[in-house]
């Protein structure tokens, strides 16, 4: 069983970058997707990214296109969320996730807090 262990969240100042880290405690394999994903107060869950663990491929919904950028360090079982250019309504707790597919989940890290204030 993989846990999945986030850190690097802050309280930041809007315009400012934050990296969030997700280090994975066991074997991840070539089919396993790792995912970003993001919960603000009283919102539901949103998809933020993905990184496929066997090849650099990278997925991103809109609202972070050109902003966030997801990396990997196999040597290190880690994956990173580079966030740059913060925006107050990127507040919110970070979870990482693996999974199949990008969007796809079925083990979760326990969440990082980002808040972005105006």
């Known amino acids: 069983q993989v846990e999945l262990t986030e850190s690097g969240g802050g309280l930041v100042q809007a315009g400012a970058s934050l990296r969030l880290s997700c280090v994975a405690s066991g074997r991840l394999y070539s089919s396993h997707v790792i995912n970003w994903f993001r919960q603000a107060p009283g919102r539901e869950r949103e998809y933020v990214g993905a990184?496929?663990?066997?090849?650099?491929?990278?997925y991103y919904t809109d609202s972070v296109k050109g902003r966030f950028t997801i990396s990997k360090d196999r040597a290190a079982n880690t994956v990173y969320l580079q966030m740059n250019a913060l925006k107050p309504e990127d507040t919110a707790v970070y979870y990482c996730?693996?999974?199949?597919?990008?969007?796809?989940?079925?083990?979760w890290g326990q969440g990082t807090q980002v808040t972005v204030s105006s």
């Open positions: 996730a693996r999974g199949t597919s990008p969007g796809s989940a079925t083990s």
């Open positions: 990184i496929r663990w066997s090849d650099t491929r990278t």
